[in-house]
């Protein structure tokens, strides 16, 4: 039995390059940043598909962005949070204390 149901395939290959130190003094794993850098680099290439001009004809293809149908009203005041900017903030705190 084979299903017909759409999937969502990734076609995107890992690539290895060196990334340069932090300095907020974190030390990662290579493993750690090569993983980083894939799941980074493969949503960039999801994001740009997405809004390639060519995109709208392969609906049945590549990234397809997701809409909610009835949206919650409860997430109508939602605010997405800029994580980079928490974490500034946050070594800033820790810096003070």
């Not at 995107?12 to 680099?41: C, M, Q, W």
């Not at 409860?74 to 204390?97: A, G, I, Y």
Request: some cysteine; glycine content about 2%; proline content about 9%.
């Amino acid at each position: 039995m084979s299903s017909s149901a759409p999937r969502m395939v990734n076609s995107y290959k890992r690539t290895s390059s060196p990334r340069s130190p932090t300095n907020s003094g974190e030390l990662f794993t290579p493993a750690h940043e090569e993983n980083v850098r894939f799941i980074h680099d493969t949503w960039q290439c999801v994001l740009r598909d997405i809004r390639s001009p060519q995109s709208s004809e392969r609906k049945d293809r590549g990234p397809q962005e997701y809409v909610e149908k009835n949206p919650n009203p409860n997430l109508n005041s939602f605010t997405p949070v800029d994580l980079s900017d928490l974490k500034k903030r946050n070594t800033q705190d820790s810096k003070k204390s």
